[in-house]
């Protein structure tokens, strides 16, 4: 099995909130977006079903994941 990412990045200061999913967390471009939160599952369909969960999540349920895996906001994806 291959392991997967559910991400999410944000656009701007506390801007549109983006949930995806990738394959390779190092290689994470976000084309302008910074990476504020991510968590690993064990495959790339168990990925997709959390991430359209999540999704469904309205922002305040968002923003409080991400505050507290990372409550600076900091892109995880610089030094990667």
């Known amino acids: 099995m291959t392991r997967a990412f559910v991400t999410i990045a944000v656009r701007g200061k506390m801007g549109r909130l983006c949930t995806g999913v990738t394959g390779m967390l ?3 471009r ?3 977006a ?6 690993e599952c ?3 369909p168990q990925a997709k ?3 359209g ?3 469904r999540w309205n922002r305040a349920c968002k ?3 991400i505050e507290k895996a990372n ?3 900091e892109d995880l994806s610089d030094g990667r």
């Open 49 to 51: 079903r959390r991430a």
């Open 34 to 39: 910074r990476l504020v939160w991510y968590e």
């Open 71 to 73: 409550p600076a906001w």
């Open 63 to 65: 923003i409080a994941i």
């Open 30 to 32: 976000g084309d302008g």
């Open 53 to 55: 969960d999540i999704r």
């Open 26 to 28: 190092a290689a994470w």
């Open 42 to 44: 064990p495959s790339l």
